[in-house]
């Protein structure tokens, strides 16, 4: 590889995402591999570090997941994180087994600041612990560098080999110092220089872009979403008129958003494209009809966008490549990055069908994470009000309605998300007209759902049986990752009274406290 990289080895820790983003803040650049990858593999690379995951399992039990020693003997500084921490202790000559105290949640711990890995690292901080298992006693040339009441071997150390082992995850915020931390492995101890930044990486692209595509002509799936949008940028500068964006309103967008993508994509609009715009609303109910599991909808929806695509391409003649605005968690989260459980299909990744008619796909921003993505938007130049727009799914509102999707229940959804956004919005704008800035309430994203739920009330005496919505909001940095946002109760009483006055088939309206995890920010 070109630019300096390091490498998340994941053994199928929920944290693998945000490792490799916590290494992207520190300005190097890193990808997550599978720890089924070939150490051939690995050298080929020729990373600058390796950080190994946590994970569910015990690493002394048969069949766990494991890695070649050999890893260990290439010279490249080896960082391991709870299980990987565990992981590296136990093939290294370590014991580890069942601890007498399980440790969860924020904990005390002590370090050795001699250490390069806790350079300017308070004596006494707070890291997130969550752990079965503990390291009781470290491998052979390993120096104990951080412990806790409960945990006596925190952080191990050999630093001629320059491999390091801690307990904690440095990669959550709920560890203090976790981030300075990282720093000092990839930047002093890997000895990256953080060159990595996403003006670097549009010009790199664009260069990449124009001498992948040559002369050809690429179709992009431009949903007026963030990562489209931004693809649509780049491969503008990159490629001009060889560009054709397609535009599928496929009858699961938020309400008024086709006319609002046709006004800032199409003609006299923000940019120069080749830009048509496919109206395939019922072609897309037909194909839900009856269809309640999440996967089977996210895979039709996903087969019918390239199926559409197709069928343009062959109006437009010649088509070399299709081109998406795929971005990394989609990849991983697709079980196609990391080994992590497929969490779920993204219609453009794991929703692909098996024969998709061009030559090649493009994803030009496939190593991205959504902040990095917004970023490169805004150099790019791409307005404001559309790159920090709220994040929308591929599959839009059809899984945002639980079980089978229709045009009444698209309609209800629509305009219960359209109230609730604009008053969460209202206030927001309120309070920071009073108080000079946003409010600490308010969310990163926000949107309603369907629930598959009908329950009885009254309205104007009379029983109803209706649905029942569900209000959404989190509060996050990196979308990998998220809290319940605590909007005001008299706003949501408010968002509550218009959903049920205004929207006709709803009677009820519940609000979502679930964090990511364990849930995820969509609901299907």
């Known amino acids: 590889m070109a630019r300096e990289t390091v490498i998340v080895i994941d053994f199928g820790g929920q944290y693998n995402q945000l490792v490799a983003r916590r290494v992207r803040e520190c300005n190097v650049y890193c990808e997550i591999y599978s720890y089924k990858t070939d150490i051939e593999k690995i050298k080929e690379m020729n990373p600058k570090g390796i950080i190994l995951t946590g994970g569910p399992?015990?690493?002394?039990?048969?069949?766990?997941p494991t890695y070649t020693k050999e890893l260990f003997e290439l010279g490249i500084p080896v960082l391991g994180l709870c299980y990987g921490a565990q992981l590296m202790m136990h093939i290294l000559g370590g014991k580890v087994e069942k601890a007498p105290v399980r440790e969860y949640g924020k904990i005390e711990v002590h370090v050795d600041q001699t250490s390069p890995l806790f350079t300017e690292i308070n004596e006494t901080t707070i890291c997130w612990m969550s752990h079965n298992d503990y390291i009781s006693q470290a491998a052979p040339n390993f120096q104990i560098i951080a412990h806790t009441a409960d945990c006596p071997v925190a952080a191990a150390a050999n630093a001629d080999k320059n491999l390091y082992a801690i307990q904690f995850h440095p990669e959550v915020l709920?560890?203090?110092?976790?981030?300075?931390?990282?720093?000092?492995?990839?930047?002093?101890?890997?000895?990256?220089?953080?060159?990595?930044?996403?003006?670097?990486?549009?010009?790199?692209?664009?260069?990449?872009i124009r001498e992948k595509v040559g002369d050809g002509k690429v179709l992009l799936a431009l949903s007026g979403g963030v990562d489209s949008s931004v693809a649509a940028g780049l491969l503008s500068r990159a490629i001009g008129k060889q560009l054709t964006c397609v535009?599928?309103?496929?009858g699961l967008?938020?309400?008024?958003?086709?006319?609002?993508?046709?006004?800032?994509?199409?003609?006299?609009?923000?940019?120069?494209?080749?830009?048509?715009?496919?109206?395939?609303?019922?072609?897309?109910?037909?194909?839900?009809?009856?269809?309640t599991e999440p996967e089977q909808k996210r895979k039709i929806i996903g087969e019918e966008?390239?199926?559409?695509?197709?069928?343009?391409?062959?109006?437009?003649?010649?088509v070399d490549f299709l081109a998406q605005g795929t971005i990394y968690p989609d990849v991983v989260e697709s079980g196609l990055g990391g080994e992590s459980a497929v969490i779920k299909s993204h219609h453009n990744v794991g929703g692909l069908p098996d024969f998709v008619d061009f030559k090649e796909i493009s994803e030009p921003l496939r190593d991205l994470f959504k902040d990095e993505v917004r970023t490169a938007g805004l150099e790019l130049g791409i307005p404001e009000a559309l790159v920090f727009r709220q994040p929308f799914p591929g599959p839009g509102l059809g899984i945002r309605i639980i079980g089978e999707v229709n045009a009444e229940k698209v309609r209800i959804v629509q305009d219960a998300d359209f109230i609730y956004r604009e008053e969460v919005d209202k206030a927001a704008a309120e309070y920071q007209k009073a108080n000079g800035a946003e409010p600490a309430w308010k969310p990163n994203q926000y949107f309603a759902a369907l629930t598959n739920m009908r329950?009885?009330?009254?309205?104007?005496?009379?029983?109803?049986?209706?649905?029942?919505?569900?209000?959404r909001a989190v509060k996050t940095i990196d979308f990998m990752t998220a809290e319940s946002a605590e909007i005001p109760f008299e706003v949501l009483q408010t968002v509550m009274s218009r959903i049920i006055n205004e929207v006709r088939g709803v009677n009820r309206v519940f609000y979502d406290l679930t964090s990511k995890p364990p849930g995820t920010i969509e609901f299907e």
């Open 57 to 64: 399992n015990s690493c002394y039990e048969e069949g766990a």
């Open 174 to 208: 709920h560890t203090l110092q976790g981030k300075e931390i990282l720093s000092n492995f990839v930047r002093g101890i890997c000895g990256c220089a953080g060159d990595w930044k996403m003006d670097t990486f549009v010009e790199t692209a664009i260069q990449e």
């Open 247 to 250: 535009f599928v309103d496929h």
């Open 253 to 291: 967008l938020r309400k008024n958003e086709g006319g609002e993508v046709e006004q800032v994509f199409g003609p006299g609009g923000q940019f120069d494209l080749n830009f048509i715009r496919v109206n395939a609303q019922e072609r897309y109910y037909s194909k839900l009809a009856g269809v």
């Open 305 to 318: 966008f390239i199926r559409v695509f197709e069928e343009e391409a062959k109006k437009i003649g010649a």
């Open 455 to 471: 329950s009885v009330g009254v309205m104007g005496d009379e029983r109803t049986y209706d649905y029942a919505v569900a209000l």
